[in-house]
């Protein structure tokens, strides 16, 4: 992006070290009672379940989100022997450019967004279009855990457990048409809660938009999330609903949605708009393919200190090419990146 490579001294090791080591036991853990550990949770647990995530910091749940949380089903998806990134890296290094263009400026700012009430717009190629409150909008789904790899294009990655649901669940509800063959989302665009569209970075048109093919979007990895650590989703991280694509760049995920479009032709990005030839429609991690100005080859695992820089290899479709793959049969990578 045009952003600068944030300098490797970015999260204190001091913060974050303790931590670290203290969560990467806590999944080791988990992961050898996988199930086990799950199913032995009694239903009324699910209301603290903030507290499965030791950092955590709470928030105030919204009714709906209250009520379906007990009901979720824990690590639908987990990775294997990697640590989960601690709650306050995840909620203070962010990229969402409507409150700030800083890592630290959403943390700071997001505060101003208004999330409750919050309606989504489903139109285009359907044949149930409409407009519902979140609260309705979210009844027919059940929500699951899913521990995912987040791979920004700028060459750092997180770990995060994101609570959310299947698209494909969503696209069953709404019945796309035969002309459906993309999905459009859009970000709300609202200059008076987010500072970032009154500044002079007139370079995003907004709102931000992505897109998916609609078979990508059908494939049980992408989701649409409301929560992550166990809670509702920190404003910064994109309230009250977010995509969520683990093999593609984090730009793909588009924050606090408030349009859902299913469309005949290849939607216009965002990042697409600033730098097409740096940025793609489909920007799938592929540690073959650099950018431009930096390699994609490895990534920096966040929390990464000046001396720990944690650097590991990118796995080509950020470790899901088993799930994904067989979608992108036959293209060239290196044209549509
Ligand atoms: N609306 C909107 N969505 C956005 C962005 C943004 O600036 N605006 N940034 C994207 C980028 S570049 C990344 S890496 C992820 C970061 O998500 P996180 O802050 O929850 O880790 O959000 C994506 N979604
Ligand atoms: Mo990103």
């Not at 609570?163 to 609202?190: H, M, N, W």
């Not at 001396?307 to 994904?324: A, I, Q």
Request: some cysteine; hydrophobic content about 40%; overall charge neutral.
């Amino acid at each position: 992006m045009l952003i600068k490579l944030p300098s490797a001294s970015d999260s204190k090791e001091s913060d974050v070290t303790p931590e670290s080591i203290y969560l990467s036991r806590r999944t080791l853990l988990a992961s050898s009672l996988a199930g086990l550990a799950v199913t032995a949770m009694p239903r009324w647990a699910g209301a603290a379940d903030a507290s499965r995530y030791a950092d955590v910091e709470p928030g105030k749940a919204p009714g709906w989100f209250a009520e379906k949380l007990p009901a979720t089903k824990w690590q639908a998806v987990n990775v294997q022997d990697e640590a989960i990134t601690p709650f306050k890296d995840a909620t203070h290094y962010n990229n969402f450019y409507e409150f700030g263009t800083d890592k630290g400026d959403p943390a700071k700012n997001a505060g101003s967004l208004q999330t409750e009430p919050w309606s989504v717009v489903i139109d285009g190629e359907v044949a149930k279009p409409g407009r519902y409150a979140l609260e309705d909008f979210m009844k027919p789904y059940q929500l699951e855990e899913r521990i995912y790899r987040l791979r920004c294009v700028e060459a750092w990655s997180m770990v995060i457990p994101w609570i959310g649901f299947p698209i494909s669940a969503l696209l069953k509800q709404v019945e796309p048409t035969s002309k459906a063959k993309y999905i459009r989302f859009e970000t709300l665009e609202d200059a008076k809660s987010m500072p970032g569209q009154r500044s002079d970075f007139a370079l995003i048109d907004w709102p931000y938009v992505e897109g998916l093919r609609l078979d990508e979007a059908m494939n049980p990895l992408a989701i649409l999330a409301v929560g992550m650590y166990g809670r509702e989703l920190p404003n910064q991280n994109g309230a009250p609903l977010r995509l969520v694509v683990p093999w593609k760049y984090g730009f793909k995920s588009v924050k606090s949605i408030v349009r859902i479009s299913l469309v005949s032709e290849q939607p216009k990005t965002t990042w697409q708009s600033i730098a097409a030839n740096e940025y793609g429609f489909y920007a799938n991690v592929n540690p073959t393919v650099d950018h431009p100005r930096w390699t994609q080859a490895r990534e920096r695992r966040l929390p990464s200190g000046l001396f720990s820089p944690n650097l590991r290899d990118t796995k080509m479709f950020n470790g899901y090419e088993e799930e994904v793959g067989s979608l992108y049969a036959g293209m060239d990578l290196r044209k549509d990146y």
